[in-house]
């Protein structure tokens, strides 16, 4: 039997992921800071940028319960902020440290849990990396460090050598989502390229969430899964 856990399972790429697996009678754990009542998929509202409420989650049984008779085990760390958007002088300092825990800080943590709490399963992590963590943009510096650094997470797990322990970071293509529309109502004097991602939704080309979802959990469930520690799904399609 298969289980999974999707953080950010509220919205955006991390809902339709979880309706896909849902969809795929694949039961699903989600953390997020907001319940949606779908059926069929157990719920924890938690703010992941919190390290102290994360570590205290962590410390109770909830993940193992979840995980108890499963043979493969699905972790996606998919929750993530792109702000603070700006220089340095225009980052508030809170806020960068908000985003290095969330959308680092929580993936390292639960992937470490996650291992600890299935012994008995396959274990399969998937890091919704980025092409901001493979390219410096202006602006995203905080972005861009985190989504490097859950690259060179999964390529370090590789080394470690467990094969019952695979790992990918993956960056999943440009999504009409939420996080998008945030981009584009991002002041030119802190995002300079932000033309750019208002020229890719006037051209069409951004993915819908539930494409994006459907060839994610293909990769995801499929044979060939964590082959390459650093991936691009618009590579996989
Ligand atoms: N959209 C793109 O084009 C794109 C491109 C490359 C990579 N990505 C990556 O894909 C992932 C999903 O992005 P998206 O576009 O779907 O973003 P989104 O629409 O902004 O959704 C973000 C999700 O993360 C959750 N989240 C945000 N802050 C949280 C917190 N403090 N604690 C717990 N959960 C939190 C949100 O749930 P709550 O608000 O309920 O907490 C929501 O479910 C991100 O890691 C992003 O970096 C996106």
Same mark, same amino acid.
Request: glycine residues 8%.
């Given at each position: 039997?298969?289980?999974?856990?999707?953080?950010?399972?509220?919205?955006?790429?991390?809902?339709?992921?979880?309706?896909?697996?849902?969809?795929?009678?694949?039961?699903?754990?989600?953390?997020?800071?907001?319940?949606?009542?779908?059926?069929?998929?157990?719920?924890? &509202?938690?703010?992941?940028?919190? $390290?102290?409420?994360? !570590?205290?989650?962590?410390? #109770?049984?909830? /993940? %193992?319960?979840?995980? @108890?008779?499963?043979?493969?085990?699905?972790?996606?760390?998919?929750?993530?902020?792109?702000?603070?958007?700006?220089?340095?002088? &225009?980052?508030?300092?809170?806020? $960068?440290?908000?985003? !290095?825990?969330?959308?680092? #800080?929580?993936? /390292? %943590?639960?992937?470490? @849990?996650?291992?600890?709490?299935?012994?008995?399963?396959?274990?399969?992590?998937?890091?919704?990396?980025?092409?901001?963590?493979?390219?410096?943009?202006?602006?995203?510096?905080?972005?861009? !460090?985190?989504?490097?650094?859950?690259?060179?997470? %999964?390529?370090?797990? @590789?080394?470690?050598?467990?094969?019952?322990?695979?790992?990918?970071?993956?960056?999943?293509?440009?999504?009409?989502?939420?996080?998008?529309?945030?981009?584009?109502?991002?002041?030119?004097?802190?995002?300079?390229?932000?033309?750019?991602?208002?020229?890719?939704?006037?051209?069409?080309?951004?993915?819908?969430?539930?494409?994006?979802?459907?060839?994610?959990?293909?990769?995801?469930?499929?044979?060939?899964?964590?082959?390459?520690?650093?991936?691009?799904?618009?590579?996989?399609?």
């Amino acid at each position: 039997m298969i289980k999974a856990i999707v953080t950010g399972h509220s919205r955006g790429l991390g809902a339709a992921v979880a309706a896909e697996l849902l969809a795929r009678a694949i039961p699903v754990l989600g953390l997020a800071r907001h319940r949606v009542g779908v059926e069929g998929m157990e719920e924890v &509202e938690i703010d992941l940028s919190d $390290a102290g409420a994360l !570590a205290h989650w962590l410390s #109770g049984h909830a /993940l %193992a319960s979840f995980l @108890a008779g499963c043979d493969t085990a699905l972790l996606v760390n998919n929750a993530g902020v792109v702000s603070p958007v700006g220089p340095l002088a &225009e980052q508030e300092p809170a806020a $960068a440290l908000r985003a !290095a825990v969330l959308n680092v #800080g929580a993936p /390292l %943590a639960l992937s470490a @849990a996650f291992v600890r709490a299935a012994p008995q399963a396959e274990r399969r992590i998937l890091h919704i990396s980025s092409g901001a963590g493979r390219s410096a943009y202006p602006g995203w510096s905080v972005y861009c !460090a985190t989504k490097a650094a859950l690259d060179q997470h %999964a390529r370090a797990i @590789a080394l470690d050598g467990d094969p019952r322990v695979r790992a990918c970071s993956l960056a999943p293509g440009v999504i009409d989502t939420d996080m998008q529309a945030e981009i584009r109502a991002t002041p030119d004097a802190r995002f300079p390229l932000r033309q750019r991602f208002v020229d890719l939704k006037e051209g069409g080309v951004l993915v819908a969430p539930e494409d994006c979802a459907r060839t994610l959990v293909d990769y995801l469930t499929g044979a060939r899964f964590g082959s390459e520690a650093v991936d691009d799904l618009r590579e996989l399609r």
